[in-house]
């Protein structure tokens, strides 16, 4: 096993058909709420005149709890594998760019350590569907109506549920988007080793992802930017960490009992919520200065800018200081937990809270290295990271990502 700073040193070696068919379009409340635009005009009118501005975020490592980390042994061995799936399954230039940076393998290698190839070789290519399923969200700005965004969410839904808790051999409808119909080898690969009840939760989790994101991307509540509160609830579910949490069965044949599952109980809700929120934190962190430059401004910190009347440095810090708290009351939560343990299920319990210590610390060490938020000439000395703020440029053209819906 390696400690968190042997395999830091490690990381850094490695960074180098058309249907006609549409779902109908579930009733959704589109007259009560504000347009998402409207609350991030406000937002953006706080980085008026910091075009140029020099942003530090201080050293997160330095802050991590001292957990050893564990890199699977078949890593390098699926890494030619994931290229070569990747060119196959994703024929947009753009799209490929951005996977060559995002090193994959590396993330799941640590985060399930003791798993088998084929079980770390689906495993990493279901954390690879995300980026591009998610960035085609990302991708639309003001190009995309909210009837496309909720046929997109639709389309994701049912077929990650025909996908894992149907006996259809293929899809009811052929997809012409590789971003969702990607999922169905992916899917049906982890119910051939899953037992239903743990498909199911993979299910729920899974659409639970796909309906906030989606909706995150159509309306807000209110005219006004949402509380920090507020944005945190959501980023806790778009993060999208918790449909990773749900595989420990098939990849280690090992799951939470009932009882200790996080909707049955306090202290494993609690670990599963600082799990989430501690690679949403250092996500939207790194990934501020690539936002602020797109006009992307509702994240944690202009959240906390605006709502707490901070400057953008003083929000970073802030930002900084949450994520030492979250590790703070995650290590606190394992200890209670292993307060209430009894010699039943012990073991199980212990497993699976390993895997989510290990999704929480690996984001970390992962993200520093992910040429996806950074570029190494980012990192200083000190371990700080030093950005200059470039300001929003609106893009050309009338590029929308869900055309192909129209």
């Known amino acids: 096993m390696l400690s968190a700073s042997a395999c830091w040193m490690w990381l850094q070696t490695k960074l180098s058909f058309r249907s006609a068919w549409k779902p ?14 409207q609350s991030e005009d406000a937002l953006a009118t706080m980085f008026q005149g910091l075009d140029g501005r020099k942003l530090f975020i201080p050293n997160m490592e330095a802050l991590s709890p001292p957990w050893a980390m564990e890199i699977n042994s078949h ?4 890494r030619g594998d994931i290229d070569a799936w990747q060119s196959s399954q994703y024929k947009d230039a753009k799209i490929r760019k951005k996977l060559a940076v995002l090193n994959a393998v590396t993330f799941i290698a640590v985060g399930y350590p003791r798993t088998g190839r084929e079980a770390l070789f689906n495993i990493t290519k279901f954390f690879i569907w995300f980026f591009p399923w998610d960035d085609a969200l990302d991708d639309t700005a003001d190009n995309c109506q909210p009837a496309d965004v909720i046929r997109y969410r639709d389309d994701s839904i049912r077929l990650t549920k025909e996908s894992l808790i149907s006996d259809l051999e293929r899809p009811s409808q052929r997809h012409i988007d590789p971003r969702i119909e990607g999922l169905w080898d992916i899917a049906r690969n982890f119910r051939a080793r899953m037992t239903p009840q743990s498909a199911q939760r993979l299910a729920k989790n899974l659409c639970q992802f796909i309906s906030t994101t989606a909706n995150d991307h159509i309306v807000k509540s209110g005219g006004k930017p949402r509380t920090v509160e507020a944005y945190l609830k959501c980023r806790e579910v778009n993060i999208g960490v918790y449909p990773i949490m749900e595989l420990t069965f098939y990849a280690d044949k090992v799951e939470l009992p009932r009882k200790w599952r996080p909707e049955n109980n306090a202290t494993m809700a609690g670990i599963w919520k600082e799990t989430a929120w501690a690679i949403l934190i250092v996500n939207d962190l790194l990934s501020l200065p690539k936002e602020l430059q797109q006009g992307q401004y509702d994240s944690l910190v202009p959240l906390l800018m605006y709502h707490r009347g901070l400057t953008l440095q003083a929000a970073v810090d802030q930002a900084v200081q949450m994520l030492h708290e979250v590790y703070d009351r995650l290590q606190k939560f394992e200890v209670y937990l292993s307060r209430q343990l009894t010699s039943e299920h012990a073991e199980e319990v212990k497993a699976c809270v390993q895997t989510y210590k290990n999704l929480a610390i690996c984001n970390l060490n992962w993200s520093y290295g992910c040429r996806r938020y950074l570029d190494q000439s980012n990192v ?4 700080s990271l030093a950005f200059e703020i470039k300001a ?7 590029d929308n990502p869900l055309e192909y819906l129209h």
Do not use: V
């Open 392 to 398: 929003y440029t609106a893009p050309t053209g009338n």
């Open 380 to 383: 200083q000395n000190d371990g």
């Open 24 to 37: 109908p379009l579930k009733s959704f409340n589109l007259t009560s709420r504000q347009p998402r635009g």
């Open 75 to 78: 890593a390098e061995s699926i």
